[in-house]
T-cell receptor, first 115, second 112 residues
C-alpha cells in the first residue's frame, strides 16, 4: 500500500540556520512527490514537486527538496530559515500510474523558527 | 486572479441536520476534490470529480455526497450530520495529470 511518513511532529530551528523537514514514502511504482505548506487558518499551498529529472527540486520561497530513490526520501530543505517560515508542512505522494484519487498525504510537521 | 473559494468558513450544526459546503473555482480546472483534515490523520479524500457529471468516492466517503453540474462548482453535502464529521474541510482543484493541487481556505464544521 502507498504511504508517506513524516517522522517529526515538530521541528525547531533558529532563524538563519538551515532547516530540514523529513519525508519518506512507499509506492509500488515511480513516485510523484509534493510538498505543501499550511499557515494557520489557511488552506494548503503548493511549494514544489518531483515528477522526473534532476533529484534536487527548487520551489517557492527559497525551499528545495532532494529526491533520494535508494532511501525513498524527499526531504524539504532551506539554507537559511526565516521566522515567517513557521507553519505546518505536508509531504504527499502518488504512484505514477495512479490518478489524483491515490494521492496520500503525510500527517504534517510543524516548523517553528525561533528568532 | 483565479481562485478557489469555500463557504461558509465556519458552521455549527446539530446532529441529524443536512449541511452543504460550497466550493467554487475560477481556474477552469476539470479536477476537483474534497478533503477533510483531522489531527493525526493529515488530509483524507472524501470525493473527487474529473469533470462535469463525473463524481467518485474517496477514502472516507460514507455520509457525504457531491454533485458536479458545471466546471466551477463542487458542493459537498452531509446528508445527516454526525459528531464524527466535525472537522476542517478543504476543497481543491487541479489541471492535467501531474499538476499540483490548489486549495481553498477551508470550512470548519462543528456538529453538536
Amino acid at each position: 500500500a502507498q504511504s508517506v511518513a513524516q517522522p517529526e511532529d515538530q521541528v525547531n530551528v533558529a532563524e538563519g540556520n538551515p532547516l530540514t523537514v523529513k519525508c519518506t514514502y512507499s509506492v509500488s511504482g515511480n513516485p510523484y512527490l509534493f510538498w505543501y505548506v499550511q499557515y494557520p487558518n489557511r488552506g494548503l499551498q503548493f511549494l514544489l514537486k518531483y515528477i522526473t529529472g534532476d533529484n534536487l527540486v527548487k520551489g517557492s520561497y527559497g525551499f528545495e527538496a532532494e529526491f533520494n530513490k535508494s532511501q525513498t526520501s524527499f526531504h524539504l530543505k532551506k539554507p537559511s530559515a526565516l521566522v515567517s517560515d513557521s507553519a505546518l508542512y505536508f509531504c504527499a505522494v502518488r504512484d505514477e500510474s495512479g490518478g489524483y484519487q491515490k494521492v496520500t498525504f503525510g500527517t504534517g510537521t510543524k516548523l517553528q523558527v525561533i528568532p | 486572479d483565479a481562485e478557489i473559494t469555500q463557504s461558509p468558513r465556519h458552521k455549527i450544526t446539530e446532529t441529524g441536520r443536512q449541511v452543504t459546503l460550497a466550493c467554487h473555482q475560477t481556474w477552469n480546472h476539470n479536477n476537483m476534490f474534497w478533503y477533510r483534515q483531522d489531527l493525526g490523520h493529515g488530509l483524507r479524500l472524501i470525493h473527487y470529480s474529473y469533470g462535469v457529471q463525473d463524481t467518485n468516492k474517496g477514502e472516507v466517503s460514507d455520509g457525504y455526497s457531491v454533485s458536479r453540474s458545471n466546471t466551477e462548482d463542487l458542493p459537498l453535502t452531509l446528508e445527516s450530520a454526525a459528531s464524527s464529521q466535525t472537522s476542517v474541510y478543504f476543497c481543491a482543484s487541479s489541471r492535467g495529470t501531474t499538476g499540483e493541487l490548489f486549495f481553498g481556505e477551508g470550512s470548519r464544521l462543528t456538529v453538536l
